[in-house]
């Protein structure tokens, strides 16, 4: 009797699952399909999912039209760039709060996760001014300074959280041993907290790659990541559903085969410290 | 050389002061063993010692040279922790490399100090296993290879057999003495296991409420402890203490006994009382007695006697074996 009523559960369980797994991921199959159909498919009604003529003109268009190559070397420069300067300056700080917590850590890590509650439109206007100021207008330098100050409160709450499972001795073994600061991040603590870096790293070009707010607001031409490539499909000269959708699988193209063959260190680095 | 000196040293967390000052001295390739309840400020006090906590006042200095201000990686000691504090991304030869590795030692002499060290803590199957394929045991083991090749001035021990089964317990109680006998290098030990004090030390620092309540040899702590808490921290079962009418027969505020100088009697002694429990270790028997008028009682009789529980028997001190505290608890 339990057994059929655990079996019962077990398929109404998997049945959601199923049904929300499908609806998260419907979009971007749509959006594939639509990329390989021709403008006037693109928007027949109804419209056919699998039985249509099949092209690839889209693809060529788009790659005439725009330069692709230049946007997907953008993306990868400055989601590259942020997350390594983001974790230049998430490490340290975060080994600091981690082993050396102070009457104030606490806040501190508080406040910088409450920056990530503030709508980044709030502070679009000073920062464009900054930028303007400083030159920094439509250049991989002021993207990827914006970009790790908008993921920094993220890089350090995940390390520091990697780092607070390490046990405080056995850096203490090490400096007993010898070891000098150096040393004891370099031969000790990184190699120890291997997984939780490289899952940040992971996790935060995925973030980088495609944030759209700010990559859209603050570049132009030259800058401009593959996440303003998609938006320049979406035009005065009208929709065009089929090319847009091409321009959309080629940006999500690289990030989703990243998260694919990374998935199990991203589960394994979300979840870290979760279960002890 | 590896003598430590202790002058006035005091600690202090924000308001809290735990360890108000202490003088202490430790001799070149001495035993000495901190001991004292939990909270007393013996890990504490070892590990400003290591470095790897500041004094709030004080000096210590090793082999005479002020070492107050220096990092705990320039102080020339080693540690061994409770939890072993292994490298768990490193094999076992790793382990014990690191320190040679971090002093710059030339990969010829490296190797042939970590396989002497090996060869004397018989790690020798496990030096390419990760820490976390060994025993407890060989954990420790590991930790003690990676203190001794480094060939410090002192060894410094912080509970390092608290983790350990109780039989494994006795084995590295054993070999850690041995080490000691074979290198004659300092060696300073923290535990709250008075037993451990007593079989291990040359010397006994009790400790309590950051104060140093007496220092000796084991058997001077055992025969002449200095006040009430020393007499009833050393030595197992602990002291019988009396006070009252008993104790004013023999002019103190206290008196104070301990179970093996007890003698137990079915037919006649001083007090006569009701066995409470009884435990038979073969060797010994403890003896738990509820004596009217005077309290509980705790007697250790050599062999094994058939008495249990409800029993009538007789309690009677050795005469010269009693030891007598004041009202301050102190020792008259």
């Not at chain 1, 509650?117 to 207008?137: H, K, Q």
């Not at chain 2, 202490?24 to 013996?42: D, I, M, R, T, Y």
Request: aromatic share 10%; with cysteine.
């Amino acid at each position: 009797m339990a057994r059929a009523v655990n079996n019962k559960r077990r398929a109404v369980v998997t049945l959601i699952a199923w049904a929300v797994g499908i609806a998260i991921f419907f979009p971007i199959l749509y959006t594939v399909l639509t990329s390989f159909k021709t403008e006037a498919e693109a928007v027949a009604s109804p419209p056919s999912f699998l039985f249509f003529d099949w092209t690839l003109e889209n693809y060529a268009e788009v790659q005439e039209r725009s330069n692709y190559f230049l946007h997907f070397l953008n993306s990868v420069v400055i989601s590259l760039g942020s997350t390594v300067l983001g974790l230049i300056i998430a490490v340290p700080a975060a080994w600091s709060m981690a082993f050396f917590p102070k009457k104030r850590t606490k806040d501190i890590l508080m406040w910088m996760l409450s920056t990530k509650m503030l709508p980044p439109v709030g502070v679009l206007v000073p920062i464009y001014l900054l930028f303007r100021d400083a030159s920094l207008l439509d250049t991989r330098t002021g993207l990827v300074i914006v970009l790790t100050m908008i993921n920094l409160p993220i890089i350090v709450w995940m390390i520091f959280t990697y780092f607070k499972e390490i046990p405080g001795e056995i850096l203490e073994a090490a400096r007993m041993d010898g070891a000098n600061l150096w040393d004891e991040v370099v031969y000790v603590l990184t190699p120890m907290a291997i997984p939780g870096i490289a899952s940040t790293l992971l996790l935060n070009i995925i973030l980088a790659w495609n944030e759209a707010f700010w990559t859209l607001n603050l570049t132009a031409a030259k800058a401009a990541p593959l996440t303003a490539f998609i938006a320049s499909y979406s035009s005065p000269e009208g929709l065009f559903y089929a090319k847009l959708s091409a321009a959309s699988t080629m940006a999500i193209a690289p990030i989703l085969i990243l998260g694919w063959f990374s998935q199990k260190q991203l589960v394994r680095g979300l979840t870290f410290g979760a279960v002890k | 050389m590896g003598s430590i000196t202790l002058s006035n040293v005091k600690k202090a967390f924000g308001d809290t002061v735990v360890i108000p000052s202490i003088d202490l001295e430790v001799n070149n390739g001495e035993f000495v063993v901190f001991v004292g309840p939990s909270g007393c400020g013996k890990s504490t006090l070892l590990r400003m010692i290591a470095g790897l906590e500041d004094t709030s006042g004080g000096t210590i200095a090793i082999d005479g040279q002020d070492v107050t201000d220096l990092s705990a990686a320039k102080r020339g000691l080693a540690m061994v922790f409770q939890s072993y504090a292994l490298y768990p991304h490193m094999t076992v030869r790793k382990n014990i490399a690191f320190p040679l590795k971090m002093a710059g030692l030339p990969a010829v002499e490296v190797d042939k100090r970590v396989a002497a060290a090996a060869n004397v803590l018989n790690l020798n199957d496990y030096l390419d296993r990760r820490p976390g394929q060994l025993s407890g045991g060989q954990r420790q083991r590991v930790a003690i290879g990676r203190a001794i090749v480094r060939e410090p001035t002192a060894f410094l021990f912080d509970e390092p057999l608290s983790n350990l089964d109780a039989a494994l317990r006795v084995n590295m109680r054993l070999e850690i003495s041995e080490l000691h006998q074979t290198l004659g290098t300092t060696m300073i030990y923290v535990t709250h296991d008075q037993v451990e004090a007593m079989t291990m030390a040359d010397k006994i620092v009790v400790l309590q409420a950051g104060r140093v309540e007496q220092v000796g040899s084991p058997l001077d702590l055992y025969r002449n402890p200095r006040n009430k808490f020393v007499a009833g921290f050393i030595g197992s079962p602990k002291m019988n203490f009396i006070d009252g009418e008993e104790a004013a027969k023999e002019n103190a505020a206290t008196i104070g006994i301990r179970p093996e100088h007890i003698e137990l009697s079915t037919e006649s002694g001083r007090w006569k009382g009701t066995v409470a429990v009884s435990e038979h270790l073969g060797s010994d028997t403890f003896v738990y007695v509820n004596v009217d008028g005077v309290g509980h009682l705790t007697a250790r009789v050599e062999g094994e006697r058939p008495v249990s529980h409800g029993d009538t028997v007789w309690l009677s001190p050795v005469a010269g074996r009693i030891h007598r505290f004041d009202a301050q608890d102190m020792t008259l």
